[in-house]
């Protein structure tokens, strides 16, 4: 069982930074390709980043794209980066995880096996 735990969320004003953090507990961590989702409430959970088991594969939402950083270390965390805040990225933010060395960086949640309790990101304006 893999246990996934986030932590970095927080409360910012529009245009600043936060830096989550999704530790894993596994010792095989390059097998695991990872994704972070987010979600508002009364809304659907949404894709925002992912990032393959070797870390060579990135892939972004539009609405994130040039402002998230996805990446991984060898010591079984994986960070976003978030930069440039808006309100409308303010949600519970989840990192998820599936074995698999051609997973690729998936978007959809219902592919992802594990998954964390999320930590809340909140952008005031």
């Known amino acids: 069982q893999v246990q996934l735990v986030e932590s970095g969320g927080g409360l910012v004003q529009a245009g600043g930074s936060l830096r989550l953090s999704c530790a894993a507990s596994?010792?095989?961590?390059?097998?695991?390709?990872l994704g972070w989702f987010r979600q508002a409430p009364g809304k659907e959970r949404q894709f925002v980043a992912a990032?393959?088991?070797?870390?060579?594969?990135t892939n972004y939402a539009d609405s994130v794209k040039g402002r998230f950083t996805i990446s991984r270390d060898s010591a079984s965390t994986a960070y976003l980066q978030m930069n440039s805040l808006r309100p409308e990225d303010t949600a519970n933010y989840h990192c998820?995880?599936?074995?698999?060395?051609?997973?690729?960086?998936?978007?959809?949640?219902?592919?992802?096996?594990?998954w964390g309790q999320g930590t809340q990101v909140t952008v005031s304006s």
């Open positions: 990032i393959s088991g070797t870390g060579t594969s």
């Open positions: 998820a995880a599936h074995r698999g060395l051609t997973f690729g960086t998936r978007t959809e949640p219902g592919d992802y096996t594990y």
């Open positions: 596994v010792r095989t961590f390059s097998l695991y390709a």
